[in-house]
């Protein structure tokens, strides 16, 4: 079989690609620091039937994206330019994106500390039972984590932080870990910008819920309304505010002034009588009081029903009862 060329691989390449971004319109950008070819072929796997990852170079990816650009004219796939920066990869999905990002979440695998790798979490040792022997006290003494001899193994007797996230292994740190059998550190594919049919978004916005994204649109309209109000500028939502203003000013003239209109002439009135006050609150009261009896009345001839339901089943054999 004849080895392809870098030539002839390139341009497979480029056709692949623009294929996948012609088919799909929603895309992960990931991050695969530390992710082993292994572990890439579990995720691929698991994904298999809506979503499809491709890897390479920033290089080769950057110009696959320009080509298809230019042959086709979509220049919103361009937006994805600035994002293929680091060891990343992409995956094409027809899924839901939620969905395709927690899938990718769970092919995590543990890992050892190696020397010179920049920690992404912080390194904490439990107290306890180490089960080493006391000659393996010189690693705990370098790294000044209290012990003691507890039968005949060393114990740790706080807990320490060992490694703080963004810092370099040591050596010492990775050969203590690695006596204690601690796999302190997870990788796998991670997402960091999400691309959907041109648009492109943090992968926080997936983890927002309904209701949440109804308290931001909320918060948007107060604060359009606040300032439509502030400056007097009519818009949507500011314009019912603006009209009831308007009329409590209208109506504040209309009761200092002889000046009327037909929404004014009630209060008026009230005004000019205040007993009529009165009578509209003992309106309002026999309303709800009414409305109470009426609740009652219907609870009481529902219990009569039941009474008379009962009756019917005992089919009057009640009349006999003893007493």
């Known amino acids: 079989m004849v080895k392809a060329t870098k030539a002839e691989k390139k341009i497979a390449y480029d056709a692949k690609l623009c294929q996948l971004v012609d088919e799909y319109t929603q895309i992960l950008v990931v991050a695969a620091d530390n992710v082993g070819s292994t572990q890439l072929q579990n995720i691929r796997k698991g994904l298999r039937g809506d979503s499809v990852v491709l890897m390479g170079k920033n290089t080769m990816m950057k110009r696959s994206v320009r080509i298809h650009s230019e042959n086709t004219g979509n220049t919103s796939i361009m937006s994805l330019l600035p994002l293929l920066q680091g060891n990343v990869g992409l995956i094409f999905t027809k899924g839901d994106l939620k969905e395709v990002s927690e899938e990718v979440a769970k092919y995590k695998v543990g890992a050892p500390a190696r020397v010179g790798l920049v920690a992404p979490i912080d390194v904490v040792v439990q107290p306890g039972n180490t089960g080493l022997d006391p000659s393996q006290t010189s690693f705990f003494q370098v790294l000044n984590i209290p012990t003691k001899i507890n039968k005949g193994t060393v114990e740790i007797i706080t807990p320490v932080e060992l490694i703080k ?26 997402v960091q910008s999400v691309y959907d049919n041109g648009s492109v978004f943090s992968p926080e916005v997936l983890d927002l819920t309904e209701d949440q994204l109804v308290e931001k649109f909320a918060s948007g309209i107060y604060m359009v309304t606040s300032l439509a109000l502030a400056v007097s500028y009519p818009t949507l939502a500011a314009a019912p505010h603006m009209f009831i203003n308007a009329y409590k000013n209208a109506l504040a003239i209309a009761v200092a002034t002889e000046y009327t209109f037909p929404q004014a002439e009630k209060v008026k009135e009230f005004l000019k009588d205040p007993s009529k006050f009165a009578v509209a609150a003992v309106a309002v009261s026999a309303d709800a009081g009414g409305g109470a009896q009426a609740g009652a009345g219907k609870a009481e001839e529902k219990k009569l029903v039941e009474e008379s339901d009962e009756e019917d089943y005992e089919g009057g054999f009640g009349l006999f009862d003893e007493e």
């Open 165 to 190: 996230q963004g810092d370099k292994v040591g050596s010492s740190e990775a050969a203590l870990l690695a006596k204690l059998g601690i796999r302190p550190f997870s990788y796998g594919l991670v």
